[in-house]
């Protein structure tokens, strides 16, 4: 299995989720455009205000799905977004990103009456090439929301890990709380190729505080958008 780190961000570095509405409608995007067929019109709009544990009650009338990526976990931020995956087809990350990355800035630009771009280019796509690589890419992701509140974490300065924690678990925008076992959205991810690393939830969840003292931001250095 190859992985590949997906990432991109707002042009000029602009905020591309502006409320709950937008961030529920990119988490609505990556169900959606996770499948090889077209997206379809009679979908139902998704009220902002559900939990989406399980976004499939959303769908109507639509067949078993047949999906283009693995996205083994994900965050979004302010001005940009991250993905764990793999693919499932030759093309399938090219054909998924497509219509994930088209149809938000459709979205957004409708929302808010603007027009041209919303990405600053093309997504960046990161081969996970070594084994350290891929040993802090999941936590690097799960760890992004920590620059809102702990942005020392890159520089393993955290003082109070247990505070920068429970921080973590107050942010439900990525595929942290379903990887501790909390139901947030189970839908989106296939968690089971992480999930037998970690050891089950729990080993995840008793990794977490060594990893955040020990994390090194090096081994993805140069990797990122940053």
């Known amino acids: 299995m190859t992985l590949f780190h997906l990432l991109n961000r707002g042009v000029d570095k602009r905020k591309i989720f502006l409320d709950d509405k937008d961030r529920f409608r990119f988490i609505h995007d990556l169900?959606?455009?996770?499948?090889?067929?077209?997206a379809n019109p009679n979908v139902?709009?998704?009220?902002?205000?559900?939990?989406m544990s399980n976004i499939e009650i959303h769908r109507a009338g639509t067949g078993k799905r047949k999906l283009?990526?693995?996205?083994?976990?994900?965050?979004?931020?302010?001005?940009?977004?991250?993905?764990l995956v793999s693919p499932i087809l030759e093309d399938g990350i090219p054909?998924?990103?497509?219509?994930?990355?088209?149809?938000?800035?459709?979205?957004?630009?409708?929302?808010?009456?603007r027009t041209g771009a919303l990405w600053q280019?093309?997504?960046?796509?990161?081969?996970?090439?070594?084994?350290?690589?891929?040993?802090h890419i999941p936590y690097y992701i799960h760890f992004n929301p920590l620059d809102l509140s702990f942005p020392e974490w890159r520089d393993r300065e955290v003082k109070n890990k247990k505070k920068a924690l429970e921080y973590l678990k107050t942010y439900r925008w990525s595929s942290h709380l379903d990887y501790l076992g909390i139901k947030n959205f189970p839908s989106i991810t296939q968690?089971?190729?992480?999930?037998?690393?970690?050891?089950?939830?729990?080993?995840?969840?008793e990794s977490l505080n060594e990893t955040l003292e020990g994390f090194s931001a090096e081994e993805v250095e140069g990797k990122t958008l940053e």
């Open 68 to 83: 283009l990526v693995r996205i083994h976990a994900f965050c979004l931020m302010q001005n940009h977004y991250h993905m």
């Open 191 to 205: 968690r089971e190729f992480l999930l037998d690393l970690f050891e089950g939830e729990k080993g995840y969840a």
């Open 95 to 113: 054909r998924f990103m497509k219509k994930l990355n088209m149809g938000y800035a459709k979205y957004f630009n409708e929302r808010y009456k």
């Open 121 to 135: 280019g093309k997504y960046k796509s990161v081969p996970i090439e070594t084994d350290r690589h891929f040993l």
């Open 31 to 38: 169900f959606e455009f996770n499948n090889t067929a077209p």
């Open 44 to 51: 139902r709009r998704f009220n902002v205000g559900h939990p």
